[in-house]
């Protein structure tokens, strides 16, 4: 029991900053927040996400990259130019390393407007940290784990984030139904998003890029947005007025 449950909380907490501050935060800025918050959650990011901590820089530039190249030969992450999931996210990983490293200038307009924490991205991406974290997940496997085929989650912890985001790019432009004609594959997966946050609302993202809530229709479901909503109440956050539908 113990084994489910720290499985899902390592999930839903990697999947929570994922979408909350990778993508909503530095990738689009539908919202702000000060100079604690912002660190706060930089550092809330890479203890969630663990041995599979992304940079909110590259992952905003690549984010950028995707809605501007959306299912195209430049798209880093179409499921249309690629034979499965994993070749897909294989090349996702070569792009993100080349910006990750500075081996490639990014365009001027998908630079810039991220959080930046130097110190913390380090860390996060040195192999020590990584293995660190990997090593932390099996030794608490090895403590709680009361059978056998728990063991087999554990690539689930050490891959959370790219897992993620496999199961976002592919369902997200593949499976599913569409509220707009967006010109290209974006695809809305399920009517409530429990598994990704909201992420499978792709179709509706791809049309409404500012939008903070996922879901267009009434029956779309969003379980983010109540947070983001309750975050902004408690005045921890600020939306973006102009840019709020409900």
Known sequence: MIILIF????WYLSLFVQTFYLHRYAAHKMFTMNAFWEKFFFLFTYISQG????SP???AILHRMHHAF???E???HSPHFSSNAFTMMWKTKN???DVLKHRVEPEMRFDGNYPVWRLVERIGDHWISRIAWGTFYVVFYIYFAEYWWMYLLLPVHFLMGPIHGAIVNWSGHKYGYQNFDNHDKSKNSLFFDFLTGGELFQNNHHKLPNRVNF???WWEVDPTYPVIWTLDKLGIIKLKKARVQS
Request: aromatic content about 18%; glycine content about 4%.
């Open 70 to 72: 959306s299912d195209t």
């Open 57 to 59: 820089r590259a992952y």
């Open 95 to 97: 792009i993100y390393n």
């Open 51 to 54: 041995s599979s901590f992304l």
């Open 74 to 76: 430049r798209d880093p």
């Open 215 to 217: 879901g267009v229709k």
């Open 7 to 10: 499985f899902v909380a390592h």
